[in-house]
């Protein structure tokens, strides 16, 4: 008995949530940081802290795709 593996592909709508969900995101925390009654050094690093934060969530996330990949690829 042999299981052809299905692929899983994300319609156009849940990417588009994808894309509309982060960029919203994005700016309300942008909108956040600059409204923050705080010094301009304080709302830089909190800038630098969310970029930072948002690079390596991207990162994180590549990472755990590519070794899933690699696991479908050995169990061909």
């Known amino acids: 008995m042999s299981e052809t593996p299905v692929k899983h592909q994300n319609t156009a709508a849940f990417y588009g949530q994808a ?11 942008a909108v956040g940081i ?13 800038a630098i802290a969310v970029l930072y934060l948002v ?12 070794r899933q ?8």
């Open 19 to 29: 894309v509309a969900s982060f960029s919203v995101a994005m700016v309300a925390t």
């Open 34 to 46: 600059y409204k923050l009654h705080a010094d301009a050094w304080v709302r830089a690093f909190l």
């Open 55 to 66: 690079t390596s969530s991207f990162t994180l996330a590549k990472v755990i795709r590519d």
């Open 69 to 76: 990949d690699a696991g479908a690829e050995r169990a061909r």
